[in-house]
């Protein structure tokens, strides 16, 4: 399907986030963690306005283009012409963490298979590889209330949340907030990784878990981990990867 090119009709600092949101979506799809239509990736576009991008109701992860995002206000009226509507549950979920996380440039939503799993299990996320020293340094939980469309559920959700990073909905699936979209994803990939290391781990012997000191100073440790960059330490060669695959994300 053909989208008409926003780039001439949008700031440089909003097609370069169109950029950024669309490449997640394509990633997403690669590693395996779409779940056809029904999970979403938003990102805030500056300003004092709390607008946001979202993806097109009905397309696949891998159709999603920088002018196919969909850009919403608050109260998930289009800013710009569409023709495809917003996901109610995923605008609910989504405007909840953006209206009360500055911080929140980007949160990304999954139903990933070894995410769902490991959220029906009571221990939740157990410290049982490096991967999770990660998650827990800055986890927190939400108990499943329903498919997420009645904004009642709002307060809740942002009291779970809080200041953390990681938010695992119980029965449900995964969350992650970032500064940034690259931020927001590697935080899922580390997020993923542990949830599937924990099943594969669970279907051996008996569990060692990481001394509780070492939790201690992890954001410390991550950053150092990644040279002080973040998440750029890895995004640049992320969009090498699409430009091999499938460079049609920047359209």
Known sequence: MHIPSLKELVSAEEWQLRCDLAAAYRLVA????S??????ISARIPGPEHHFLINPYGLMFDEITASSLVKVDPDCNKLVESPFPVNPAGFVIHSAIHAVREDAGCVLHTHSRAGVAVS???CGVLPISQQSTFVLGSLAYHDYEGVALRDEEKPRLQADLGTANYLMLRNHGLLTVGRTVPDAFLNMYIFEATCRIQLDAQAGGELVMVNPQILQGIAGVMKQATAGQG??????ALLRKLERMDPSYRS
């Open 30 to 33: 690669h590693y395996g963690w």
């Open 120 to 122: 029906a299990q009571k």
């Open 35 to 40: 779940d056809l239509v029904f999970t979403h």
């Open 231 to 236: 998440a750029n330490i890895a995004w640049p």
